[in-house]
């Protein structure tokens, strides 16, 4: 039996037993880290850079390239270092910190899109409050809501998390540190307490989801009845990217963690882990993008212009 107290590391789940496979894992999450810095970091600086973008949406947008930053740049350095370095251990300090910013950004991000939706719907549904409604000062202050209640979220899990006793060993089964793992070596009744703590998280996040899901009906309402078949195109359009992300960031999370127990297997737990923490910090910058005309014309004279003074 294990103690809490005298656990100094923790041992992360591998990729690969092999040489060969290893390195391989190595230079495909390198790939997928360098896509997702280089794909937010352009959508960062032409927004910061371009006064055209200096708009509600595209505010949020820059907030939502920041989160998918910090979220990716939580889980896969370490793991490729662990790949490249042929180790497993994560010290019990930089496995809490993971579990922190992990919760933080995931949590922030999921604030944030559910912001985004009500965006969506002032722009479409209540276009003449657009202005009121989502003034500066009103962005400012959702975008500091998104990430103050994430940092409180993250802190108040992680603080419990790690004071619980762990009882069954240090191996965790996922290549990154994460609540739901490092629950099951605690002791059989010592969880019951963070428990409680997902399912008021739970309940919060149900919330933002009903919440976009009622923002979606009624703008899919009020698109139906714009009567020119462009201006319905236009709309569909702004809208589709935000959906689209939504859909992937939801979809992924809520199958790895809720998939039945008959289907759950080490290999595809570890692929659908990389599904949703892995996978849309690095697409989200194309998905917004490709029916962006504004966004890719300023991404665009960003690079000539670096190009240019290179």
């Known amino acids: 039996m294990s103690n809490s107290s005298s656990i100094t590391h923790f041992l992360l789940l591998a990729f690969a037993d092999t040489r060969e496979l290893q390195l391989l894992h190595f ?10 810095l280089l794909g937010n970091g352009l959508i960062i600086t032409a927004i910061a850079c371009d006064h055209r973008l200096h708009t509600p949406m595209y505010f949020f947008l820059l907030n939502l390239s920041i989160l998918d930053l910090g979220s990716i740049s939580t889980t896969v350095p370490k793991s490729m270092a662990s790949s490249l370095w042929d180790t497993r251990d994560i010290s019990y300090t930089g496995c809490a910190a993971q579990v922190f910013f992990f919760f933080f950004f995931v949590t922030a991000e999921y604030c944030l899109l559910t912001i985004m939706a009500y965006g969506r719907y002032v722009a479409i549904c209540k276009p003449l409050h657009y202005g009121t409604l989502l003034g500066s000062r009103a962005c400012v202050h959702m975008a500091a809501a998104a990430w103050g209640s994430a940092f409180l979220h993250a802190l108040l899990h992680t603080a419990n ?12 089964d996922q290549f990154f540190c994460e609540i739901p793992h490092i629950l099951k ?19 919060f996040g149900s919330g933002c989801f009903v919440f976009i899901v009622v923002s979606y009906v009624e703008i899919f309402r009020a698109v139906l009845r714009i009567p020119s078949a462009q201006g319905r195109h236009k709309a569909f359009s702004t809208c589709l990217p935000h959906l689209a992300v939504v859909s992937l960031f939801l979809s992924t999370a809520l199958f790895a963690h809720l998939k039945p127990p008959s289907i759950s297997s080490p290999s595809l737990d570890l692929v659908v882990a990389v599904l949703y923490s892995v996978v849309p910090p690095a697409v989200n910058p194309l998905i917004y993008s490709m029916r962006n005309q504004e966004l890719k014309d300023a991404v665009w004279k960003l690079m000539t212009g670096l190009y240019s003074k290179a």
């Open 161 to 172: 998390t790690f004071s619980l006793p762990l009882c069954h060993g240090n191996v965790l």
């Open 185 to 203: 070596l605690s002791c059989s009744d010592a969880y019951l307490r963070e428990a409680g703590f997902i399912v008021v998280s739970a309940c």
């Open 27 to 36: 230079w495909l999450f390198l790939a997928i880290y360098l896509a997702a």
